[in-house]
């Protein structure tokens, strides 16, 4: 299961900048891509609007 950002993204890029995988895409919200998540969790630890989860 990849980790899914909520509508309460802010689109702030943090957590692009950490993603080891490079899963993460820009839009409104971002957007995680299920194939390439590892589920390292780096992207949930770093969001200040608490959008990422499981």
Do not use: F
């Not at 980790?3 to 993460?24: H, N, R, V, W």
């Amino acid at each position: 299961m990849a980790y899914k950002i909520s509508s309460d993204c802010l689109a702030c890029g943090t957590c692009i900048d950490e993603c080891p995988m490079g899963a993460i895409s820009e839009g409104n919200p971002y957007t995680i891509d299920a194939d390439m998540c590892t589920e390292c969790g780096t992207c949930a630890s770093v969001c200040p609007s608490g959008a990422i989860s499981l």
